[in-house]
């Protein structure tokens, strides 16, 4: 079934991970640009770096959108993707709440200092061409415990106290992903802007871990590269992966 804008919404029970399955379309020549897979049930949801995505069944928001590429931007700038879609995640956070979701650097969505959501996005290459990406967001809606990580997590419920259909909130947040993108195409410039404002912890002096070195650093900004700006004694800039915060 289709979304209000006219792209195709699959709607799955179970699967080993949304991101997969639109994988799997991409590869079997059955992608359609803007196309997005929602499940109620991930057994296999991951994050970056081959992280677990744990999320109750029902509960929350896996969704999965396939984007056609084709040269519109330069592979060595895809981190420009990943800020509109947490633009995007951000937004709509926003959108059910009068606090505001942050963008902690590289891809997590934060409210009240707690996870509340995540990015995955896995790019398809034909040589150095970039052919398809698949944005993978993973939100938090009416999860009320997490366990070990209830200092660590929170959802959109925690907040507002009231559950809502994730099928639903799924439906609006693919059209703000495709918006999102859309901007992207047209004027990248205001997601760079619009994606700093947001900044997790932007502006303040926050420990960080590189290999064995705790130190201290203002946050400064994202490069379009994906670098985290920082500055302390000098501005310095590093890669996804690099380092770590310590809060």
Known sequence: MPNQKGFPFILLHTVDSTNNYAM????????QHGAAVFSREQTKGRGQRNRHWISETGMNIALSVILEINDQFSASRMFLLSKAMALAAARFFNRYT???AFIKWPNDIYLRDRKAGGILIENILKGNAWKFS?????LNINQDAFGELATKAISLYNISGKKEDP?????????????YFQLLVQQPEEVTSAYDALLYKKGEMIRFKKQSQVFEARVV???DFGELVVQHAVEEKFSVGEVAWVL
């Not at 799997?24 to 992608?31: L, R, S, Y």
């Open 221 to 223: 900004s994202v490069t």
């Open 134 to 138: 698949i944005a993978g967001v993973g």
């Open 167 to 179: 099928e639903v909130l799924a439906r609006q947040l693919h059209e703000d992903l495709m918006f």
């Open 24 to 31: 799997g379309m991409v590869h079997e020549g059955m992608a």
């Open 98 to 100: 009068t606090e505001t």
